[in-house]
């Protein structure tokens, strides 16, 4: 059994029985391990910060865990079938998961491997754009999806995970999180959550796609940007970030595999009522044009629709959005 496995069996037993002691002999029976390698994974736990009671003829019992996001954490506890199920890989500090996600992807890790750093020296967001991720202070992660999709589909993935993630904040304590389209999460008019989603393409098929994703959760305001807040900033309160991954991945299987069984039209009118942009006045920036008018709808591609000063409606399927006072 590797180290990590161990790790997470363990944590398992003391979850499971919050509260109580738990033998080092119940502990090596289930396990079929010895009571010496129980103790030595024990002591590994408590090196990587986890304050773990021993008494004698009582045995083990979990105090309290670090605010890291060690891959055997995340997986303990964690309800799904292959997000991060598969595998997480863990990093202090990286330049960007994102980069690191394609590399896995490029050699063949399967949907559902995971990238996860305490800190980024080179966050990526859209555009060229840097995501400030100071250490330990917000979720910096990406997953591995292979799903079967045209290319000119790649916008609902993100839509879809925007929703996953929107709905796993909000659930917290009502922080009416919505989504900017088409990639930034907003709490009261400021950014919260940043995703993206790069691609490695044929010209009739998706080989896979990277799914990256930058949650301010307890980023003080001075590591911030002006148009930044944090779940933190926000609540009053610090977050639990092991337990905010684990909320987003199991919310993202559930939506990414009916999205993957029903297409994205099934999810449409959510991604739809959490939109920040539908039925305001936009100003949208595109490559090579700029536009003003209200915001529709969403289509069924992702792209969003805009009527512009002309009352002609117009599809964008990527670019820079303003909401505009009037």
């Known amino acids: 059994m590797k180290e990590d496995a161990l790790k997470e069996k363990i944590l398992g037993f003391f979850r499971r029985n919050t509260g ?20 030595k994974y024990i002591s590994k736990l408590r090196e990587d910060g986890y304050v773990i009671d021993a008494v004698p003829h009582l045995g083990y019992n979990l105090r309290s865990a670090p605010d890291k996001l060690f891959g055997y954490e995340l997986k303990s506890g964690l309800k799904t079938r292959t997000m991060g199920k598969m595998a997480i890989f863990h990093h202090e500090s990286i330049g960007s998961t994102n980069d690191a996600a394609y590399e896995l992807a490029e050699a063949g890790e399967p949907e559902g491997t995971v990238v996860v750093a305490e800190a980024q020296s080179s966050g990526k967001g859209r555009i060229g754009r840097k995501w400030l991720s100071p250490k330990g202070a917000g979720i910096y992660m990406s997953i591995i999806l292979r799903p079967d999709v045209e290319t000119d589909e790649i916008p609902t993935v993100t839509l879809v995970a925007a929703k996953s993630i929107a709905d796993a904040i909000n659930d917290l304590n009502k922080m009416d999180a919505g989504i900017k389209w088409p990639n930034d999460i907003l709490i009261k008019g400021k950014k919260v959550c940043g995703i993206l989603t790069e691609v490695k393409a044929q010209p009739d098929r998706v080989d896979f796609l990277v799914l990256g994703f930058g949650v301010n959760v307890n980023t003080p305001a ?21 337990q905010l991954v684990r909320d987003i991945l199991e919310k993202f299987e559930v939506d990414y595999l009916r999205f993957k069984k029903e297409g994205f039209n099934a999810l449409r009118d959510e991604c739809k009522r959490l939109s920040l942009v539908l039925e305001k006045t936009v100003r949208v920036k595109e490559h090579h044009r700029v536009m003003k008018g209200k915001a529709v709808d969403i289509d069924e591609k992702g792209a969003l629709m805009i009527r512009d000063e002309e009352g002609i409606v117009r599809r964008v399927f990527s670019g820079d959005v303003v909401m505009c006072r009037r």
């Open 222 to 242: 001075g590591k911030l940007p002006e148009e930044g807040t944090s779940l933190k900033n926000v609540s009053g309160s610090s977050v639990d970030r092991a």
């Open 20 to 39: 109580s002691y738990i033998s080092g002999e119940d502990i090596s029976n289930a396990l079929g391990v010895s009571r010496a390698y129980v103790w």
